[in-house]
Every structure is written in structure tokens, then in C-alpha cells.
């Protein structure tokens, strides 16, 4: 696949990202009465966007995901392989600890969140493709 596709790919899922993280943020600050992600007590997003991880130090966990979907994005289209590789490491590592906590101790799956990780995932090995590919056109 070629450098170009691979950023587009990144762009697609990250703008894919931006848009799950403002649907949690908005279902977190506007907590509407009509949830469609509460489907039971175990498949739950209310249980993730209002119990404890709700927020990191005071900042609700969505805005955080949120900017760094974002930044991914800005680094994608500016081509700062670079920045998307560290922000998608971050993103990771961030998304993985968010997983371990809903998954194994509140005991929780929340559709949204799941689907923000995936595309973590997937733009992080993206990343590393990339980066990859970059070093060899340069070599």
C-alpha cells in the first residue's frame, strides 16, 4: 500500500474517531434522557461516561480521546509521520488502560468505546506501517 493511502486511511479513521469521541463528550455533559449505547447493566456507555472514568484528573476522559484523535488527524494531513506515530502510541496506550479498566474491573462494555480503540489500534499498526514504508523510501 502506498504512503498516501496509508495516510488517507489514518485520516478516514481518525475524523471517525474525533466523531465517536464528540458523541461521548456530548452524551457526558447533555446526559440525554434517550441513551441508544445503555443496552443492559454489562453493555452499558453511561456506566463508563458517568462512574469513574468519566475523567483523568479533573478532564472528562472523551475530550481527552477527543484531542488526541485530532492531533492524529492535523498530523496526518500536515504528513508529520513522526507525531502521528507518537500520538497513536499514546492514543494506545491510553485506549488499552481505558479497556482493562471497563473490561476487568467495572465490568462494563460500552459499544462506543470499544469502536474508539479499535480505531486506535488500527491507526497505531497504520502508523507503524507508515513510518515504516517512509524509512524505506528514504533509505
Known amino acids: 500500500m502506498s504512503l498516501s493511502k496509508i495516510n488517507t486511511v489514518i485520516q478516514v479513521l ?13 452524551q457526558q455533559i447533555a446526559m440525554p434522557a434517550f ?9 452499558n ?12 484528573l479533573g478532564i472528562p476522559t472523551p475530550l481527552i480521546g477527543l484531542v488526541g484523535y485530532v492531533v492524529i488527524l492535523l498530523a496526518a494531513i500536515t504528513g508529520k509521520t513522526k507525531l502521528i506515530v507518537a ?3 499514546g ?3 491510553f485506549c488499552l488502560s481505558l479497556a482493562y479498566i471497563e473490561l ?3 465490568r462494563v462494555i460500552c ?3 470499544i469502536m474508539c480503540q479499535v480505531i486506535m489500534i488500527i491507526v497505531w499498526i497504520s502508523s507503524i ?3 515504516k514504508n517512509e524509512q524505506r523510501t528514504i533509505s
Open 91 to 93: 492514543g494506545l496506550v
Open 87 to 89: 500520538a497513536a502510541t
Open 35 to 43: 441513551t441508544p449505547c445503555s443496552i443492559s447493566a454489562q453493555v
Open 129 to 131: 506501517v507508515l513510518l
Open 104 to 106: 476487568f474491573q467495572l
Open 14 to 26: 481518525a475524523a471517525f474517531g474525533i466523531m465517536l469521541a464528540i458523541y461521548l463528550l456530548w
Open 45 to 56: 456507555c453511561d456506566a463508563v461516561i458517568s462512574g469513574p472514568l468519566s475523567k483523568i
Open 111 to 113: 459499544p462506543v468505546c
